[in-house]
């Protein structure tokens, strides 16, 4: 029956981000809340080759330190989004990692069509933005994999074993309410349902985002409580999985040693 009744959702912005959101919203297809950026960088090429240039636009998102950039190509497939919160994390993309030796780049996500770069609190974007265009540029002329041996987050996929409710959990979060959460540069990704809580974890833009919990409990939460009484809360799993955490020491113990050496 819930399936009718989503011809009657509110204004899904209104529910997310409030109403002072929808006021200041432009059109989620049209381009003119994008900056288009300046910067024009060609793909050196043979001379009896045609010169390849690409234009990477730019887009705010509700985080002050997080930017999207829009290549303008593929980056991943649709739906899938895939997150880098340290550096550690990186591994398995090639492009990550060099996004990651920019200065002031604290995390990295893709989506299926952009790169959500989050930066430092004290790094600037006037010195971090022609980095990444760069960056960008040069490795999707190059033909590299932007993923080599892990795989990307995909749909919220529904499993034979999972109950009614939390059948529409998933259906909720992965039509109404992760494209909108993409649209600002994240991902919320299903973590779990248990006696009426439903564990979310904010990837991208969203997870340090100084309105990510009232977006949460404000939002998700009412989303998924309009159309599921079961729904008590929602709450927020924002811990990094114990290989990460295992990986990242491992990563700043080598830095460590590397940063002794040039020192002597």
Avoid: H
Avoid at 149 to 159: E, L, R, S, V, Y
Wanted: aromatic share 8%; hydrophobic share 35%; with cysteine.
């Amino acid at each position: 029956m819930y399936r009718n009744t989503l011809k009657t959702v509110p204004n899904l912005r209104a529910l997310l981000y409030g109403t002072q959101k929808v006021v200041s919203q432009m059109p989620q297809k049209s381009f003119t809340s994008l900056q288009k950026s300046p910067l024009r960088r060609t793909v050196p090429a043979a001379s009896f080759l045609p010169q390849r240039t690409m234009f990477i636009q730019t887009q705010d998102t509700p985080n002050p330190d997080s930017l999207k950039f829009l290549p303008g190509v593929s980056v991943l497939e649709k739906g899938q989004t895939m997150d880098f919160p340290t550096q550690a994390s990186a591994l398995c993309s090639p492009l990550a990692k060099l996004l990651f030796r920019i200065e002031g780049v604290r995390s990295v996500f893709f989506g299926p069509e952009f790169v959500t770069i989050s930066k430092q609190e004290e790094a600037e974007w006037r010195l971090i933005k022609p980095e990444v265009f760069a960056v960008i540029m040069d490795f999707f002329a190059s033909g590299l994999p932007v993923v080599t041996d892990a795989k990307p987050t995909g749909g919220t996929q529904i499993n034979e074993d999972d109950d009614e409710t939390v059948q529409m959990i998933k259906e909720l979060l992965d039509t109404r309410i992760r494209p909108t959460v993409q649209e600002d540069g994240g991902d919320i990704i299903y973590m779990g349902y248990e006696d009426g809580v439903v564990k979310l974890k904010m990837q991208g833009s969203c997870s340090s985002c100084p309105s990510s919990i009232v977006t949460l409990k404000n939002g998700v939460q009412n989303m998924l409580q309009f159309y599921i009484p079961e729904v008590v809360s929602v709450e927020q799993v924002n811990d990094l999985r114990p290989v990460d955490e295992i990986a990242e020491k491992e990563f700043e113990k080598l830095e460590s040693k590397m940063q002794q050496k040039e020192d002597k």
